[in-house]
Antibody, heavy 115, light 112 residues
Framework: QVQLVQSGAEVRKPGASVKVSCKAS????????INWVRQAAGQGLEWMGW????????GYTQKFQDRVTMTRNISISTAYMELSSLRSEDTAVYYC????????WGQGTLVTVSS | DIVMAQTPLSLSVTPGQPASISCKSS???????????LYWYLQRPGQSPQLLIY???NRFSGVPDRFSGSGSGTDFTLKITRVEAEDVGVYYC?????????FGQGTKVEIK
């Protein structure tokens, strides 16, 4: 079955960067987009962007355009989302989700930004 | 960006009774390919979101048939025919018409 397993929780200081991984299994990795969605505590879902693992095409929400990079390593079926210049407002759970329209979701990775 | 607005924001339902959630988009979600790109998700407490309905009315794999979606253009509805305890959580609609994808604010469903 399709499964997305994300890396563990991270704590960073303001101004630092964080890189979250998302390992896919149960389907052909290059056949499906990987979306990244975040959720601050008690808040709704916010789509950050996506990557097409087949051709490295990426699309980012304008809000994150200057700070986010989405990449992939096809050989290990893993997608990555790196967010830089972190601030306290970036404290959230970050999800990866496969599909042109998110259908299968990872378990989420809590990123805490605190001095 | 397309704005998605859900009503109500919270709902308390007696088990076995129906429930309905409305979602309105600021632009039509009908694509030139004939499909309408409206999705419904459920996020149970402490869990990741899960896809319930895609393209307005199609149930995703494993979703019980008590869930149904309807609507067109800019107005959409998710209905649960008989609410069960496991249906508790926050329901989100999402548009897939254009980038960036945008979600509604969420509707919290609880059991009376």
């Amino acid at each position: 079955q399709v499964q997305l397993v994300q890396s563990g929780a991270e704590v960073r200081k303001p101004g630092a960067s964080v890189k979250v991984s998302c390992k896919a299994s149960g389907y052909t990795f290059t056949n499906s987009y990987i979306n990244w969605v975040r959720q601050a505590a008690g808040q709704g879902l916010e789509w950050m962007g996506w990557e097409n693992p087949d051709n490295d095409y990426t699309g980012y929400t304008q809000k994150f355009q200057d700070r986010v990079t989405m990449t992939r390593n096809i050989s290990i079926s893993t997608a990555y989302m790196e967010l830089s210049s972190l601030r306290s407002e970036d404290t959230a759970v970050y999800y990866c989700a496969s599909g042109r329209f998110p259908n299968r979701w990872g378990q989420g990775t809590l990123v805490t930004v605190s001095s | 960006d397309i704005v998605m607005a859900q009503t109500p924001l919270s709902l308390s339902v007696t088990p076995g009774q129906p429930a309905s959630i409305s979602c309105k988009s600021s632009q039509s979600l009908l694509h030139s390919d004939g499909k309408t790109y409206l999705y419904w998700y459920l996020q149970r407490p402490g869990q990741s979101p899960q896809l319930l309905i895609y393209e307005v009315s199609n149930r995703f794999s494993g979703v019980p048939d008590r869930f149904s979606g309807s609507g067109s253009g800019t107005d959409f509805t998710l209905k649960i025919t008989r609410v069960e305890a496991e249906d508790v959580g926050v329901y989100y609609c999402m548009q897939g018409m254009q980038l960036p994808r945008t979600f509604g604010q969420g509707t919290k469903v609880e059991i009376k």
